[in-house]
T-cell receptor
Framework: NAGVTQTPKFQVLKTGQSMTLQCAQDMNHNSMYWYRQDPGMGLRLIYYSASEGTTDKGEVPNGYNVSRLNKREFSLRLESAAPSQTSVYFC?????????????FGDGTRLSIL | KQEVTQIPAALSVPEGENLVLNCSFTDSAIYNLQWFRQDPGKGLTSLLLIQSSQREQTSGRLNASLDKSSGRSTLYIAASQPGDSATYLCAVHTQGGSEKLVFGKGTKLTVNP
């Protein structure tokens, strides 16, 4: 019963470094999402993928890129990390973004940019 | 732009008490509203999802209601237990736009033995 798996769980980067956060789901869901959670700001949508082969911007996409590698995997890339990107990143999935179904979340990646 | 507000931000109650958490949203054009639980250092666990056409959903000691016209939802927890201590988040699945799921900032619940 893995659900949504995120790697790594923790990471410290220096300003300007690049990194890819990995996410995989084993529920055969069509839609996947990346959020960031910051104190006092709540969760905000960065990017989402309605289905394999498609990606769209969310509320806060600047500084990030995503890849929907296949139906299971959705990665988030920081090309040149900035201290403002220090946050907890959550990946989520749902059966289909067009259907009213619950989203299932991973345990998060805690990222610090020095 | 959809905005979701949760009141109170924090709540402390003695074990056994019944309690209500509140969520309000500004745009009634939603597909559904979802309540989540988040434990410290963990991800979100979905508790209840209410479709826009529904008035309430129940799961065990939890009951969530939705009044779409007034932009309000409540999560009722009966006979609270220390294991219920967590942050509770409400989120609305908004129709259209790029913000598919808009979250409130949560209510941190502490149930004291």
């Amino acid at each position: 019963n893995a659900g949504v798996t995120q790697t790594p769980k923790f990471q410290v980067l220096k300003t300007g470094q690049s990194m890819t956060l990995q996410c995989a789901q084993d529920m055969n869901h069509n839609s996947m999402y990346w959020y960031r959670q910051d104190p006092g700001m709540g969760l905000r949508l960065i990017y989402y993928s309605a289905s394999e082969g498609t990606t769209d911007k969310g509320e806060v996409p600047n500084g990030y890129n995503v890849s929907r590698l296949n139906k299971r995997e959705f990665s988030l890339r920081l090309e040149s990390a900035a201290p403002s990107q220090t946050s907890v990143y959550f990946c989520a999935s749902s059966e289909d973004i067009r259907e009213s179904q619950p989203q299932h979340f991973g345990d998060g990646t805690r990222l610090s940019i020095l | 732009k959809q905005e979701v507000t949760q009141i109170p931000a924090a709540l402390s109650v003695p074990e056994g008490e019944n309690l209500v958490l509140n969520c309000s949203f500004t745009d009634s054009a939603i597909y559904n509203l979802q309540w989540f639980r988040q434990d410290p250092g963990k991800g979100l666990t979905s508790l209840l999802l209410i479709q826009s056409s529904q008035r309430e959903q129940t799961s065990g000691r939890l009951n969530a209601s939705l009044d779409k016209s007034s932009g309000r939802s409540t999560l009722y927890i009966a006979a609270s237990q220390p294991g219920d201590s967590a942050t509770y988040l409400c989120a609305v699945h908004t129709q259209g736009g790029s913000e598919k799921l808009v979250f409130g900032k949560g209510t941190k619940l502490t149930v004291n033995p």
